[in-house]
């Protein structure tokens, strides 16, 4: 299993990124897909999840309206749209797989959110 995320960098409050995680190695289409984050000092925090077919999602309180979580079977994508972006949305962004045995992080893109 490899998860690579990217997209990340540093933007202004009120900006806008996009975040995607390449999956490889597993069978993309079978499985719920999550974004999670940790920022400085803090603990790594679920930030959004996605079903399997992309028809429903969820996100933590402070990202909704804000955020989207997407992704393309078809590619073998998870994405992260982020818009109305916040200085307490910077942090380390980590894309997320839990199969029945095992749980897969990436390497995580850096959001800095700064003015």
């Known amino acids: 299993v490899q998860l690579v995320e990217s997209g990340g960098g540093l933007v202004q409050p009120g900006g806008s990124l996009r975040l995607s995680c390449a999956a490889s190695?597993?069978?993309?289409?079978?499985?719920?897909m999550r974004w999670y984050r940790q920022a400085p000092g803090k603990e790594r925090e679920w930030v959004a999840s996605v079903t399997r077919d992309g028809g429903v999602a969820d996100y933590v309180d402070s990202v909704k309206g804000r955020f989207t979580i997407s992704r393309d079977n078809a590619k073998n994508t998870l994405y992260l749209r982020m818009n109305s972006l916040k200085p307490e949305d910077t942090a380390v962004y980590y894309c997320?797989?839990?199969?029945?045995?095992?749980?897969?992080w990436g390497q995580g893109t850096q959001v800095t959110v700064s003015s």
């Open positions: 997320n797989l839990r199969t029945e045995s095992n749980e897969y």
């Open positions: 190695g597993f069978t993309f289409r079978y499985y719920v």
